[in-house]
């Protein structure tokens, strides 16, 4: 199943059995199906959820604030303005205001987090207990570059002992699944004498989780 956006309409698309069916939605600006095919769309003022009768109300805002819908996971996440929120089935639930930008991105993780992108920047939002706990993750020259200074650059400047430029944001995302294997995963890198904290090593491992969305 996919769901589509049209001119005011919601258009699911059933692959498998060659149907398409539209839902007439003025203003609509978003879809999305969640992991049991349920379909869901807003446009920039309201939430709706896909019953047999037709689309049903959810959530209106009370201005046309609603940037994102995206399913993740089992989850089903919105932004309205500076606010973050979840659908569970027909319950709406915003989980925190004044949490991200009102033109961010959201954008989908198959774990059921979500990420919010504004500019460079990045924000994972996880669900907990009804709650969205976050972590910041910088982009390459604030959040990785000053570990690769401290534990990295003696081998792996340009012209190094070790052969592998890994002294750009290019260089890393080229070198992202060597990078995760044996940083992250093997934890063989850096050799004895270049240490490197958990702290660090959950940095890149958080940075390459999003390198990769």
Not at 67 to 84: N, P, Q, R
Not at 89 to 95: H, L, P, Q
Request: glycine share 10%; with cysteine; charged share 25%.
């Amino acid at each position: 199943m996919l769901a589509g956006v049209g001119e005011n309409e919601i258009d699911l698309v059933d692959v498998a059995a060659k149907n398409v069916s539209h839902f007439p939605l003025e203003g609509a600006a978003f879809a999305a199906l969640d992991s049991k095919g349920h379909l869901f769309a807003a446009t920039r003022r309201a939430l709706y959820v896909a019953k047999p009768e037709g689309l049903a109300l959810l959530f209106e805002a009370d201005e046309p604030t609603i940037h994102g819908l995206v399913a993740s996971g089992d989850s089903i996440w919105f932004a309205d303005g500076s606010a973050l929120g979840v659908i569970d089935g027909d319950r709406v639930a915003e989980v925190g205001g004044n949490l991200i930008a009102k033109d961010a991105t959201l954008v989908a993780s198959p774990s059921g987090d979500v990420w919010v992108v504004d500019g460079e920047a990045l924000q994972r939002f996880a669900r907990t207990d009804q709650r969205a706990k976050l972590s910041t993750v910088l982009s390459w020259s604030d959040g990785i570059q000053p570990i690769f200074a401290r534990s990295c650059a003696g081998c792996h400047l340009p012209g190094g002992v070790s052969g592998t430029d890994l002294s750009t944001n290019d260089a890393w995302i080229s070198e992202r699944d060597e990078i995760r294997d044996r940083v992250v995963s093997q934890r063989s890198m850096p050799p004895p004498g270049h240490p490197l904290s958990d702290a660090d090593r959950d940095a890149i491992r958080a940075w390459l989780d999003a390198a990769q969305r």
